[in-house]
T-cell receptor
Framework: DAGVIQSPRHEVTEMGQEVTLRCKPISGHDYLFWYRQTMMRGLELLIYFNNNVPIDDSGMPEDRFSAKMPNASFSTLKIQPSEPRDSAVYFC???????????FGQGTRLTVV | GENVEQHPSTLSVQEGDSAVIKCTYSDSASNYFPWYKQELGKRPQLIIDIRSNVGEKKDQRIAVTLNKTAKHFSLHITETQPEDSAVYFCAASGGSARQLTFGSGTQLTVLP
């Protein structure tokens, strides 16, 4: 397996634009997590899914953020409209079951200007 | 929910010396404690983990200890090498929340 795959690797967008980040988890993994990493706040969990169902989205900053997992092999994180304070590295991670190693994707570095 | 505190935020050691990073957690029901290493511009990767039924685990130069009573766990790296320089994150899970809660990270620098 190629591991968790995220796209794009880098995204630069203007304030107010819609941004969509994509993630393909490791095949067979039941859990998928979206994290945001910044210098100020470290690694923050935004939302996680179990068997494609969103379980906890309490970390989603506000209504501008939404996430979906239409099937076991694909998830998206959307920001609409984007703001400069959304600039960060967004990581997707997956794990086989709960309470085990989470495998991280390479991340998407988002810059909103 | 779970709260994980990590210290120190930065640590510099001479090559060959040992490094110790400490974390405390708040949820006494947490039972899984992994440590991740993140090199500059890379993804976090698991280096070692421990479960609550074990007090210590060792893998070559890396060891983790867990004190459930005090709710703290530590990462020990012996004979440090320049390639150990990275940010290290502790995490906890298994309590009221199923997701990993991460500490704030420790920037380890190994000086040659």
């Amino acid at each position: 397996d190629a591991g968790v795959i995220q796209s794009p690797r880098h995204e630069v967008t203007e304030m107010g634009q819609e941004v969509t980040l994509r993630c393909k988890p490791i095949s067979g993994h039941d859990y998928l997590f979206w994290y945001r990493q910044t210098m100020m706040r470290g690694l923050e969990l935004l939302i996680y899914f179990n068997n494609n169902v969103p379980i906890d989205d309490s970390g989603m900053p506000e209504d501008r953020f939404s996430a979906k997992m239409p099937n076991a092999s694909f998830s998206t994180l959307k920001i609409q409209p984007s703001e400069p304070r959304d600039s960060a590295v967004y990581f997707c991670a997956s794990s086989l079951v709960w309470n085990t190693e989470a495998f991280f994707g390479q991340g998407t570095r988002l810059t909103v200007v | 929910g779970e709260n994980v505190e990590q210290h120190p935020s930065t640590l510099s050691v001479q090559e060959g010396d040992s490094a110790v990073i400490k974390c405390t957690y708040s949820d006494s029901a947490s039972n899984y404690f992994p440590w991740y290493k993140q090199e500059l511009g890379k993804r976090p990767q698991l280096i070692i983990d421990i479960r609550s039924n074990v007090g210590e685990k060792k893998d070559q130069r890396i060891a983790v200890t867990l004190n459930k009573t005090a709710k703290h766990f530590s990462l020990h790296i012996t004979e440090t090498q320049p390639e150990d320089s990275a940010v290290y994150f502790c995490a906890a899970s298994g309590g009221s929340a199923r997701q990993l809660t991460f500490g704030s990270g420790t920037q380890l620098t190994v000086l040659p």
